[in-house]
C-alpha cells in the first residue's frame, strides 16, 4: 500500500512532464470529463445509494476458474483487486492498479464468465460510487483488458480521479508510439504506446492501449525513461445515477518489434465489437465517431462517408448507392438511401449484413441491392462486393445523426436486430412469484427476455413497477413499420418495448420485494393482523406510512410505523399480502418475500374551510352536493356530518367508486348523493370504513417499537 501510495504521488508529479504536448500540462487533469455538471462534487460522507446492477455491463456468473492463458501463451495472474502480479517473466511487479482520488481499490465479490476468459471483482464502495473491475484475456489476438466500471449511486453528481498504476518488472529504457514517424505527429493525441526494459534482459516488451486514434477522451499517461513506473490517469465527472467505464488493454511480446505491432495494428472495432454494446456505450475512453448498433459498429466521419474493407482499409468519399434491398427471414424490404445510416458485416465468415437506420432500427439479411459504390478523392468510384466489406456509413449530420436510439414501440431479436411496431399482441401471459398474470399490453413499458443465472424475464410497468417472471406465450406477433408481419418464438427475442422509456413518478404504495421487485399500488387487505407478545393488534392498512421486516428476524416479523402515534412490532398473522397494482390487478404476495411496504405520506397542503359540523346546511335531504375531505375524516364521519347518521356512509361510497376508503386523503372531492326518499332507515351494510384522513405533522419513523413489558 505505501508503494503504491508513493507511486501515485511520485506519477502525477511527473506526468506533465513526461506526455507529449497535446497531452501533457495542465490537460491530463481534465483528459476525460463527462456530463459536467454545475455543482461541487458530493464528500465521502454523502448518502450512498443502491447499487445497479446493469444487464450487460454487469458481468453474468457461471465459470469456476479463471483462463490466465491468453492466445499467444503469455501468463496473467490476476490478484484479488483486479492486479496482475507478475506476467510471464517478471514483466509485471503489480499492473494496472486502481485507485480513486488515490484510495486502491481493494477487491469485493468474484464473478466468472461461462467461458472462463473474464472475471468481474466488485463492487467496491467508496462514498456515493459503486466500483467494478472487469478482467478479460483474450484467446485470439493474445492480450488482458480492464474494464473498470464507475457508479454514481447518489442523487448529486460526483467527480474523482482516476489512476492506474503499474510497476513494470524493469526501467524502461525504449517507448514506441504509433504514428510518430507523422510530421503532424506532435499535435495527435496519443492512445497506444509500446515500451521495452534492457534489452538483454528476457522480460517481455509490453503494449498499452489506452485510447482510439482521434479521440479527444483519453487519460493522460507518463512512462518516465529509466524508471520502472507507469500511470494513466483521468479525471471523470458523473451526473447523479450515471454509469461510465474506463478500458485500457495490455499485451506481453517477447519482441519489441513484436509489441510495436500489435500497438499499430490494434484493431479498435473488432476488438471493441467483443464487448457487450450496453458496456462499450459507456466507456468515456474508446469512442472514436463509431455508432454502436447493437452487435454492429460503424465507423464514421463528419465529414464524408465512410467505407471500411475487411482487411481494416480505410477509405472516404460519397457513397453512390441510392437504395438497399434487404432479403430477411420476415420478408423483402426496400430502404432508401436517406433511411439508412450505416451497414456492415458482423461475423466475417457471414455474408449477413446488418443494416443501422436513422430512426434507430436495425434489420439484417441478405443484401440483394448489389455491390457497394464509393466515389473516393479525385472522382474515382469504387465498387466493392459484399464479400469484401466490413462496414460502409454515411457522414454524421442532423439527418443521419451521430447516435440514433430507438425512441418507439420496438422488438429487439437475439440476430440484434431491432424492429419497430404498428401493432404488437394486446396482453401477455407472465408466470411470476404471486402466480400466473395477464398483463395488458396499454399497462406495460418493456419486457426484457435476456433472461439470467440471476433473474428470468423482466417486465417494466407503465408505472415503473418491476416484475420477474417467465413470459409464457410462445408465440409474438407484430405488425412491423417497414410493412412486413413478424411472427416469431419467444426464445428469439430479447426484448419488447412498449411504449418510450420515460421518467417515473409513480404515486402508490411501494411494495419492495426480496427477489428484487418493486411494485406500485396499494395495500388491498383493509386491515393487517400482528401478533405481539401481549396480543394481537389489528392496524388499518390506511393507517399505516411504512411496513419493514424486522432485520434477523423470522419470515413476517415486522415493524410498522403509523402516520400518527408509536411504532408496533410483531408478527403478520397471515402468510400473504394481498396488493392491488397500479393497473388494478391483484396479486398474493409470500411474506417472506416482503422487505418493506412504504406508503406515500398525505400531502401537508392546509384543508380548505369546511363549514361547521353543527351548521344546518351540512345535512343533506335533496340534490347532490361535493364535499371536500379533512383531516380527521372518514367516510362514516363524513356521513354522520352531512347525513347526520354515520350508517349511511355506503351512499358515499356508491357514488364515489373511483376513491377508496382505505385511501382517502385530505383534499379528496367527494360527490355527496341525496338521501333515498322512498327509504329513510340507514343501509344494512353500516360497517365504517378505516381508517380516518390523517395529516401528520410530526415525524415518528424513530419511535420504538411497542414492546412487551418485562418485570
Known amino acids: 500500500m505505501a508503494r503504491t501510495s508513493y507511486l501515485i504521488v511520485a506519477l502525477m508529479a511527473l506526468v506533465a512532464a513526461s506526455l507529449p504536448a497535446r497531452a501533457g500540462g495542465d490537460d491530463f487533469a481534465r483528459a476525460i470529463r463527462i456530463s459536467a455538471p454545475s455543482a461541487p462534487p458530493r464528500p465521502d460522507t454523502a448518502q450512498a445509494g443502491e447499487v445497479e446492477v446493469l444487464e450487460g455491463v454487469h458481468l453474468e456468473g457461471g465459470g469456476d476458474s479463471f483462463q490466465s492463458t491468453d492466445g499467444e501463451g503469455y501468463q496473467w495472474d490476476i490478484s484479488g483487486g483486479g492486479t496482475v502480479s507478475d506476467g510471464s517473466r517478471d514483466a509485471y511487479d503489480g499492473g494496472i ?138 479525471t471523470l465527472e458523473l451526473a447523479a445515477g450515471e454509469t461510465a467505464a474506463v478500458c485500457i488493454f495490455q499485451a506481453q511480446r517477447y519482441a519489441m518489434a513484436d509489441a510495436q505491432r500489435f500497438v499499430d495494428e490494434f484493431d479498435h ?81 457471414d455474408m449477413q449484413v446488418h443494416v443501422a437506420l436513422a430512426d434507430g432500427q436495425i434489420i439484417a439479411g441478405r443484401l440483394t441491392s448489389g455491390p457497394i459504390q464509393l466515389q473516393a478523392e479525385g472522382e474515382t468510384t469504387m465498387t466493392v462486393p459484399v464479400e469484401r466489406l466490413r462496414s460502409a456509413a454515411f457522414a454524421i449530420s442532423d439527418a443521419r445523426p451521430a447516435e440514433a436510439p430507438l425512441d418507439a414501440a420496438g422488438v429487439t431479436l437475439r440476430s440484434g436486430q431491432r424492429l419497430t411496431f404498428l401493432s404488437g399482441p394486446e396482453q401477455f401471459t407472465y408466470l411470476t412469484a404471486y402466480g400466473e398474470l395477464s398483463l395488458p399490453a396499454d399497462g406495460l413499458e418493456s419486457i426484457d427476455l435476456a433472461a439470467t443465472q440471476e433473474r428470468l424475464h423482466l417486465a417494466t410497468l407503465a408505472d415503473g413497477s418491476r416484475l420477474s417472471g417467465l413470459l409464457t406465450d410462445e408465440q409474438l406477433a407484430f405488425i412491423l413499420q417497414l410493412g412486413p408481419s413478424l411472427a416469431v418464438a419467444r426464445d428469439i427475442v430479447t426484448h419488447v418495448q412498449l411504449r418510450p422509456p420515460e421518467e417515473h413518478n409513480p404515486q402508490g404504495t411501494a411494495l419492495r420485494l426480496k427477489n428484487s421487485d418493486l411494485l406500485y399500488g396499494r395495500l388491498a387487505d383493509e386491515t393487517l393482523e400482528l401478533a405481539t407478545p401481549y396480543g394481537t393488534i389489528a392496524v388499518a392498512a390506511g393507517d399505516i406510512s411504512r411496513l419493514a421486516v424486522e432485520r434477523n428476524g423470522q419470515p413476517g416479523q415486522v415493524r410498522i410505523d403509523p402516520l400518527e402515534g408509536p411504532a408496533v412490532a410483531g408478527k403478520l398473522t397471515r402468510d400473504a399480502l394481498s396488493f392491488e397494482l397500479t393497473g388494478g390487478v391483484t396479486i398474493d404476495v409470500f411474506v417472506g418475500l416482503v422487505s418493506s411496504v412504504d406508503v406515500p405520506r398525505p400531502p401537508a397542503e392546509p384543508p380548505p374551510e369546511q363549514p361547521n359540523e353543527n351548521d344546518s346546511d351540512q345535512t343533506v335531504s335533496d340534490g347532490e352536493r361535493t364535499y371536500i375531505a379533512q383531516k380527521g375524516d372518514s367516510f362514516w364521519i363524513i356521513a354522520r356530518k352531512v347525513y347526520g347518521q354515520g350508517e349511511y356512509w355506503s351512499l358515499i361510497r356508491n357514488a364515489n367508486p373511483d376513491v377508496d376508503p382505505q385511501t382517502l386523503r385530505v383534499g379528496d372531492e367527494l360527490i355527496i348523493p341525496p338521501l333515498p326518499e322512498e327509504d329513510d332507515s340507514p343501509p344494512s351494510d353500516t360497517v365504517a370504513p378505516e381508517p380516518e384522513v390523517l395529516e401528520p405533522d410530526t415525524d415518528t419513523s424513530n419511535e420504538a417499537p411497542v414492546e412487551a413489558p418485562t418485570d
Open 269 to 349: 472495432e473488432a476488438e471493441l465489437t467483443k464487448i457487450h454494446p450496453a458496456l462499450r456505450r459507456i466507456i468515456v475512453n474508446m469512442q472514436r465517431n463509431i455508432l454502436i448498433a447493437g452487435p454492429l459498429a460503424l465507423r464514421r466521419s463528419d465529414e464524408a462517408d465512410t467505407l471500411v474493407l475487411q482487411t481494416g482499409r480505410e477509405m472516404g468519399g460519397k457513397l453512390l448507392n441510392e437504395q438497399f434491398v434487404i432479403e430477411a427471414f420476415y420478408g423483402t424490404i426496400t430502404l432508401q438511401a436517406d433511411q439508412v445510416i450505416g451497414l456492415g458485416r458482423v461475423d466475417p465468415g
Open 97 to 234: 492498479i486502481l485507485t480513486v482520488d488515490g484510495t486502491t481499490f481493494s477487491g469485493g465479490e468474484t464473478v466468472i464468465s461461462g467461458d472462463s476468459q473474464e472475471m468481474q471483482i466488485g463492487p467496491w464502495r467508496r462514498g456515493a460510487l459503486a466500483v467494478w473491475r472487469r478482467v478479460y484475456v483474450d484467446q485470439q489476438r493474445g492480450y488482458c483488458r480492464w474494464i473498470d466500471v464507475f457508479q454514481n449511486t447518489s442523487d448529486e453528481p460526483i467527480v474523482f480521479t482516476v489512476t492506474h498504476v503499474s510497476d513494470l518488472g524493469g526501467s524502461t529504457r525504449e517507448t514506441y508510439l504509433p504514428d510518430s514517424d507523422r510530421p503532424d505527429a506532435a499535435g495527435q493525441i496519443q492512445w497506444g504506446m509500446a515500451t521495452d526494459d534492457d534489452p538483454r534482459s528476457d522480460r517481455p516488451s509490453l503494449a498499452h492501449v489506452w485510447g482510439t486514434p482521434n479521440s479527444s477522451n483519453v487519460p493522460a499517461v507518463a512512462a518516465p525513461l529509466g524508471t520502472d513506473d507507469m500511470a494513466f490517469v483521468a
